[in-house]
């Protein structure tokens, strides 16, 4: 227990420092007007067509930073301030959206990897919780191991999961950079370019907290399922 919180506290200050960082950067880019003036719907569907991706559609979402690309019926979904924002932080965002729908167009494998977890992966989300909770009780109280071998093994995926997120989401960032240095049909000058970056960056590190965390998760409840979390 004392080592998972000596593990856990820097992961937490980290975390928080990471998404302060990011959200600081995004809010900060959205105030920065493209020299194109293009929404983040235009940027999205000019990448599309520059990629030759005709069979995909740009639509508005609710929420904020709820950006997403969805594999099953081929949308690039964005938040109302990405979809008719005309700043960086909204041809950044628009960008790394259209990043995933041009890895579904190559069939990109860690993104079809990652889309048949999805379903598993809210089910067990939803549950883990619950489970290890009563996994702990009943190893505590009868010291059967069954409930919390079952929490862990769900946690095993969740960790997966994200590890397999990464990949994912640093080829989409990666796209979309290579797309706004070298595309003609939008000129993005050398600062927008570098914010955009920038932008992208601090996204992809909230991302690489989240799998940081959730291997110190599944180490600890391992070590309990083995009888060491609790030295």
């Not at 004392?2 to 600081?24: A, E, G, H, K």
């Not at 569907?45 to 019926?73: A, C, H, R």
């Not at 690489?208 to 600890?220: D, K």
Request: net charge positive; charged share 15%; proline share 2%.
């Amino acid at each position: 227990m004392i080592t998972y919180i000596i593990f856990i506290i820097p992961v937490l200050i980290t975390s928080m420092i990471v998404q302060w960082r990011f959200r600081t950067k995004f809010s900060r880019y959205s105030e920065m007007q493209l020299s194109s003036g293009l929404s983040g719907k235009e940027v999205a569907q000019k990448m599309l067509l520059d990629n030759g991706i005709f069979d995909v559609q740009v639509m508005s979402t609710d929420g904020q930073l709820s950006d997403y690309y969805n594999p099953q019926n081929r949308t690039v979904n964005l938040s109302t301030d990405v979809y008719h924002g005309r700043s960086v932080a909204a041809a950044a965002v628009a960008a790394h959206e259209c990043g995933h729908a041009i890895q579904d167009s190559k069939r990109y494998k860690w993104l079809y990897l990652r889309s048949e977890m999805v379903p598993v992966v809210s089910l067990t989300s939803n549950l883990l919780q619950w489970i290890l909770i009563l996994g702990i009780m009943l190893i505590g109280f009868t010291g059967n191991p069954v409930v919390l071998s079952l929490g862990v093994f769900g946690l095993a995926v969740v960790t997966l999961f994200s590890l397999i997120t990464l990949p994912v989401e640093f080829d989409a960032s990666r796209r979309a950079l290579l797309w706004i240095n070298n595309n003609h049909s939008v000129k993005f000058s050398a600062s927008e370019s570098q914010q955009a970056k920038d932008a992208l960056w601090w996204a992809a590190m909230t991302y690489i907290i989240a799998a940081i965390g959730a291997l110190g998760s599944l180490f600890y409840y391992l070590g309990m399922l083995f009888g060491r979390g609790g030295r």
